[in-house]
């Protein structure tokens, strides 16, 4: 059988309990774009598309047929956007401001708008074929990565 790719969208969140932790900045991947929002710089400039890690490990388990009623030979050389929405750096900034206010994010101006219109992503086949069902919030992903990264920087 060949095996479905997943397109995900720009992939951050906490991490794993049974995994090991960053030891340091360097070590975060994707999650230093949200580490930059809650240390006083913007992000590097990215399409606003957003997926939570957790989301797209249960891609994974569904696209494997591991999940309920996903037969093998209906993902065979199929490719899945996978995708929360759209969400930019502004938006997460506004947010975490309003419900973390002791992570103390100033300055919303410095977060520039994209260059052109947003496209949408059509996430209809990772829904109808994978019986994915709803995506974690973006709002919920952006406030657990920012816990989390809290956490993990106390160890270093």
């Known amino acids: 059988m060949l095996q479905p790719v997943l397109l995900p969208g720009l992939v ?26 809650i240390n006083g710089s913007a992000p590097p400039m990215a399409p606003p598309y957003i997926v939570d890690v957790r989301d797209i490990a249960k891609a994974h388990i569904l696209a494997l047929g591991l999940g ?20 930019t750096w502004k938006q997460a900034a506004e947010h975490l401001k309003a419900v973390r206010p002791e992570l103390n994010i100033q300055d919303l101006d410095k977060f ?36 989390a990264l809290v956490e993990v920087s106390k160890t270093w």
Not at 12 to 37: C, D, I, R
Not at 68 to 87: C, H, M, Q, T
Not at 134 to 141: C, G, L, V
């Open 112 to 147: 520039a708008d994209m260059p052109g219109p947003i496209s949408t992503l059509d996430t209809s086949r990772a829904r109808d074929v994978l019986k994915f069902g709803e995506y974690i919030d973006p709002k919920t992903t952006v406030l657990d990565v920012a816990d």
């Open 68 to 87: 309920p009623v996903v037969r093998p030979e209906s993902v065979e050389k199929k490719r899945f956007l996978v995708n929360a929405g759209i969400y």
């Open 12 to 37: 951050f969140g906490p991490y794993a309990e049974t995994f090991p932790l960053p030891s340091n900045v360097s070590q975060l991947g994707t999650n230093s774009f949200p580490w930059a929002l």
